[in-house]
Nanobody
Framework: QVQLVESGGGLVQPGGSLRLSCAAS????????MGWYREAPGKERELVAQ????????IYADSVKARFTISRDSAENTVYLQMNSLKPEDTAVYFC?????????WGQGTQVTVSS
């Protein structure tokens, strides 16, 4: 089992920045990849960014490339999402995800609202 706890969401003006954190606990040695997904009202949950164990590979949604950066700490139990140049369309609940041998684990979600 893997437990995920997110933090760092909030309200920010367009053009601003936020940093999300996700702390993993439990069987963290079994995590292959961690990532961030988001779900806006009336829309399906979508992948925002993902990073593999050892930071060997990263994936970004086209809509966030060059604005968002995903990273992991050296202990591999915390993943971060640095979000810059935020736009109103980035408003959503952001969920942390951990992929373990065919199973997905999810955090509780953190609200990000971009509005003036």
């Amino acid at each position: 089992q893997v437990q995920l706890v997110e933090s760092g969401g909030g309200l920010v003006q367009p053009g601003g920045s936020l940093r999300l954190s996700c702390a993993a606990s439990g069987r963290i040695f079994s995590i292959y990849a961690m990532g961030w997904y988001r779900e806006a009202p009336g829309k399906e949950r979508e992948l925002v960014a993902q990073i593999t164990k050892g930071a060997y590979g990263t994936i970004y949604a086209d809509s966030v490339k060059a604005r968002f950066t995903i990273s992991r700490d050296s202990a591999e139990n915390t993943v971060y999402l640095q979000m810059n140049s935020l736009k109103p369309e980035d408003t959503a609940v952001y969920f942390c995800n951990a992929y373990v041998m065919g199973s997905n684990y999810w955090g509780q979600g953190t609200q990000v609202t971009v509005s003036s």
